[in-house]
């Protein structure tokens, strides 16, 4: 592995100016576009979940009005998934899968710059759907929620085909970046680096790639549907043309369900290095790890329907949506174990990424518990639409997903950055940002159970505890992404110097290629391919 | 560099990129304002479009004086194989959603409207509605919330020239194929011919498409608003023309590209790759005339 030789460096230094990053064909440029998009859209999908708690904390009509509020919701959900994690993960994808494997840079590289670009794109015109309500003669916001779902998405106004073509361009996006990932994954490994050799991390996002190709063209068919409903008179989601408003819900949660994995595998991925290299011992089980995300692909196609068990399916299609639903906690349980069993016994520290590590798999496995509950038929049936159903899904996605990419933002910001970042901050960023999560959510079980429903502005009496508990911790949560942004900042702009591995943990188990290169590499990694031991 | 065995092709910085994000941008933008009959939509739509037959242009030229230059190695080959391979993966998708529509229709959502099964009680939504495919009598023919509704007269045939179409396209296939052997062997005049004949069959397909709908609107009453039977036609059949289309013109292209010996035994990506678009083009086809003309 040490024989990584750069025989040329006319290549080596980057553009200037806007073309660098405008016509850009750098794996690790487009990956730190992709990574302040991401940032950028935080802050945004973040103040809107603000507005959205300073309207819930007290009961009544406060600052917003019914349908903005709704159009928040939507909007904070698409920006938290389509503009958030994805592109994090896709960022750190850009940046990391080519070093690990040994590549020169991703395999279609124009490609590449083409799917980032269209992230912006897709922003303008998301914002723009929000924003087109306040001009006169537009018709009612997006007040549908993030779904869509017809018949109320076809009574909308110009807002909702702004948003049906945002969510067009983020598909090609997100197929093109998958095409370019599973590419480079199969075709530029270095010369005797096996597919059973790659990190975890290459793994996982080989088959969030897999997936993407596959959900997105679904929810492009959907959405494409639901256009010509509106404005060209078909009868897809009609029932009196002989249509059926429930099919755009088989062929949003088709696209939505596996979506769960696009978000959750990536940080899956990122906690298969943090841990061993925290643990000091190879990761347990790496095979069983790799068949486990693999039956996790294939489960995740096939249980959709578990969204929608209040909508009036056949009794044996219920049946087999519960089952299959259920029989999901499988390999997410075993996948744990796995990462439990590489801590068993290893010599642990406990920085910032394996502190996110070890809360990933505490509150992670508590959406599992919730999910095992929404998955039963009969009490689902309670739980539909409640503040339940939100706590479990945020407390799948915000540590399932986002505090995995921020164990890998701490985890790799050295080598990106060449700097090491304060490691007091980022503890002190940890258990602050963790609390706050805590306090927003884990209210809202109770609130749930006690039958409030999502989605709408005002609410009884009876639960203004819960929602003003929720509240101040949402704004702590919130504030708590400042710090992170001061750290991130700071990390750019200088600290001690990163060695070219900066953790001593970081190569056991994994052979990636990546500390074999300096911090920060450089622009061109791997001219000619490195040779394996 | 190394010899060009060796590296890995990657290209310098490149403003292709950004001008088809600018076109997709302008595009949809326009078509969204369109649609809401806001006047400059047109005009949005034309310069997308604009721009992106000029990326078109440049993207691809870029391409091609890469690979004629040689400068694209094995590996680089490799990543467009694949490449392409999970591109047509991510179109069969697309196409699996709107056959998945039909069967759901016809075989659960419609019955039940009917009245059929242990969810058929919503057949209190419109009494007497009986369920048969083609839907000619909708269920509600006061015309539903969106006013009135096109009566369909009589539903499309799969005799004629859907079976015409049939055979035009499965030949296309074969004289395509033609084509690709005698470019394999070196045989100018066989390769020329069978592109030539494989486009002028595209043209037919789409000549006689073209009319079939015109039929269709004029004396069979069957339009996108004669509710779900001239939706799922229309999407389906709708779609694979837009791909036939868009198959044929990069037939041209490779055609054009073949008169000027771009192309040799090792090194015919471009070819293969319209090759494979064009029999995916021909499968769906044949999804499309058992499901939507035949049964």
């Known amino acids: ?533 | 560099m190394s010899t060009a065995d060796q590296s890995y092709f990657i290209p310098e910085p490149s403003r292709w990129p950004a001008v088809a994000v600018l076109g997709l941008f302008f595009t949809v933008l326009g078509v969204s304002l369109w649609v809401n009959d806001i006047s400059i939509g047109p005009y949005a739509v034309a310069l997308g479009m604009l721009v992106t037959v000029y990326l078109f242009f440049g993207w691809f030229g870029d391409v091609i004086d890469e690979s004629m230059s040689k400068k694209y190695n094995e590996s680089v080959d490799r990543s467009f194989r694949q490449g392409m391979f999970w591109f047509i993966t991510s179109e069969v998708f697309f196409f699996i959603t709107f056959f998945a529509c039909l069967f759901y229709f016809r075989n659960i959502s419609l019955p039940w409207l009917g009245g059929e099964g242990q969810l058929g009680e919503s057949n209190i939504l419109w009494e007497g509605f009986k369920y048969s495919w083609p839907v000619v009598n909708l269920p509600d023919l006061t015309g539903g919330i969106k006013g009135e509704y096109t009566q369909l007269i009589e539903p499309m045939g799969a005799g004629g020239i859907p079976a015409y179409n049939t055979i035009i396209l499965l030949s296309s296939g074969v004289t395509l194929t033609w084509a690709h052997w005698g470019l394999k062997k070196g045989n100018k005049s066989q390769l020329m011919l069978g592109m030539i004949a494989t486009i002028a069959l595209g043209l037919v397909f789409f000549a006689l498409q073209a009319y079939e709908y015109y039929h269709a609107y004029a004396e069979l009453g069957l339009t996108l608003n004669s509710g779900i039977y001239g939706s799922t036609f229309y999407m389906l059949t709708g779609f694979h023309g837009f791909h036939v289309t868009i198959g044929t013109i990069m037939l041209i292209v490779i055609t054009v590209r073949c008169g000027k010996d771009h192309f040799t035994y090792e090194n015919h990506f471009a070819f293969e790759g319209v090759a494979w678009y064009w029999h995916f083009v021909d499968v769906v086809w044949l999804g499309l005339y058992v499901f939507v003309y035949w049964l």
């Not at chain 1, 896709?90 to 980032?116: K, T, V, Y």
């Not at chain 1, 945002?166 to 590419?183: E, F, K, P, Q």
């Not at chain 1, 050799?197 to 929810?219: E, K, N, Q, R, S």
């Not at chain 1, 999901?328 to 502190?355: A, D, K, V």
């Open chain 1, 1 to 533: 592995m040490s024989a990584v030789t750069h025989e040329e460096h006319h290549h080596d230094e980057p553009p200037k100016g806007f073309k660098r990053w405008l016509y850009s064909t750098n794996h690790k440029d487009i990956g730190t576009m992709y990574l302040v998009f991401a940032l950028v859209m935080l802050f945004l999908g973040g103040a809107m979940a603000m507005l959205i708690r300073a309207e819930l904390y007290m009961p009544g009509l406060q600052i917003l009005d019914p349908d903005l509020y709704n159009n928040l919701v939507t909007d904070h959900a698409l920006i938290m998934v389509f503009g958030v994690v994805m592109p994090a993960a896709a960022g750190m994808a850009n940046w990391m899968i080519p070093m690990m494997i040994g590549a020169p840079d991703m395999a279609l590289p124009r490609m590449n710059n083409m799917s980032f670009w269209l992230l912006p794109a897709a922003a303008v015109l998301l914002v723009s759907s929000l924003l087109v309500q306040f001009i006169p003669g537009t018709g009612t916001p997006v007040n549908t929620g993030w779904t869509l779902y017809p018949p109320l998405s076809v009574q909308v106004g110009l807002g909702m085909d702004l948003l049906i073509f945002t969510v067009h361009l983020l598909g090609i996006s997100s197929i093109m970046a998958s095409i370019n990932i599973v590419t480079t994954i199969l075709n530029m490994r270095a010369p005797g680096m096996k597919m059973m050799d790659m990190p975890l991390f290459v793994w996982a996002w080989f088959f969030t790639g897999l997936l993407l190709v596959i959900i997105m063209p679904v929810l492009a068919g959907g959405v494409t549907m639901l256009l010509f409903d509106r404005h060209f008179g078909t009868s897809f989601f009609d029932a009196a043309g002989g249509g059926d408003p429930v099919l755009f819900q088989h062929l949003f949660w088709f696209f939505g369900h596996p979506e769960v994995y696009v978000l959750l595998l990536p940080s899956i991925g990122v906690l298969g290095l943090v841990i061993p290299t925290f643990s000091r011992k190879p990761l347990f089980g790496y095979k069983p790890l790799v068949y486990f995300m693999g039956v996790l692909f294939v489960l995740g196609l096939i249980v959709w329907a578990h969204h929608q068990y209040t909508i009036g399916m056949s009794l044996g299609a219920t049946m087999y949506f519960m089952i299959g639903t259920i029989m999901i906690s499988i390999p997410i349980g075993l996948m744990i174990f796995n990462f439990i069993f590489t801590m068993w016994r290893g010599s642990m520290t406990f920085e910032t990424p394996m502190l996110f590590a070890i809360a990933i798999i505490l509150m992670f496995s508590f959406a599992g518990v919730t999910g095992v509950m929404l998955a039963v038929v009969p009490a689902d049936l309670q739980y539909h639409d409640t503040y339940f159903v939100v706590a479990h899904f945020h407390y799948a996605l915000i540590p399932g997903a986002v505090f995995g990419l921020y164990a890998g933002v701490f985890y790799w910001l050295p080598k990106w950055t060449g700097h090491m970042y304060d490691e007091k901050l980022g503890k002190i960023f940890f258990w602050w940002t963790t609390l706050a999560f805590n306090m927003t959510f884990f209210p809202q079980h109770f609130s749930g159970l006690a039958g409030m429903p999502r989605r709408i502005v005002d609410y009884n009496i009876q639960f203004i505890e819960f929602n003003q508990i929720s509240s101040i911790g949402a704004f702590a949560f919130g504030l708590s992404h400042l710090l992170f942004l001061y750290i991130i900042i700071k990390t750019v702009k200088g600290g001690e110097k990163a060695p070219a591995k900066p953790w001593d943990g970081a190569q056991i188990g994994t052979p990636g290629l990546e500390w074999t290169l300096p911090s920060p590499p450089p622009f061109h990694s791997f001219t000619t391919p490195p040779k394996l031991k």
